[in-house]
């Protein structure tokens, strides 16, 4: 993870800002940690599409989410090959075989949280 810029100092979201090709699935992951941890809604974006499903799965799974444009006020979250500027934090894909599993990673988030949040 690399933070290109401050956060800002009250965030309102947390917006996971997808674009084709890798790291799509590690910039959901850091942004759904981020929005668990500090008990914020993720948007997933832009609207539409698998973003829409994607965002439905996690809140089915417990995490608030939802897809559309970033929030005025949201920590943005994009992959590092992003070059669309805007980004406070970019994320690298990691080697875990897991990380492109998404059943997998929700479970292990959840698991995660303090047993209050679960």
Do not use: C, F, N, Y
Not at 4 to 26: F, I, K, M
Not at 48 to 53: F, Q, S, T
Request: no cysteine.
């Amino acid at each position: 993870m690399t933070v290109l810029r401050s956060l800002p100092e009250a965030p309102s979201a947390v917006a996971a800002r997808l674009t084709r090709g890798e790291g799509g699935a590690a910039v959901v992951l850091v942004a759904a940690q981020l929005a668990v941890a500090d008990r914020l809604k993720l948007v997933i974006g832009p609207a539409g599409g698998r973003r829409a499903g994607l965002a439905a799965g996690l809140t089915r799974d417990g995490i608030a989410a939802s897809d559309g444009p970033p929030p005025s006020g949201a920590i943005v979250v994009a992959a590092a090959a992003d070059s669309s500027g805007g980004a406070h934090l970019t994320v690298r894909a990691g080697t875990r075989e897991a990380s492109d599993h998404l059943d997998q990673w929700v479970q292990d988030l959840d698991r995660s949280r303090p047993v209050g949040l679960r």
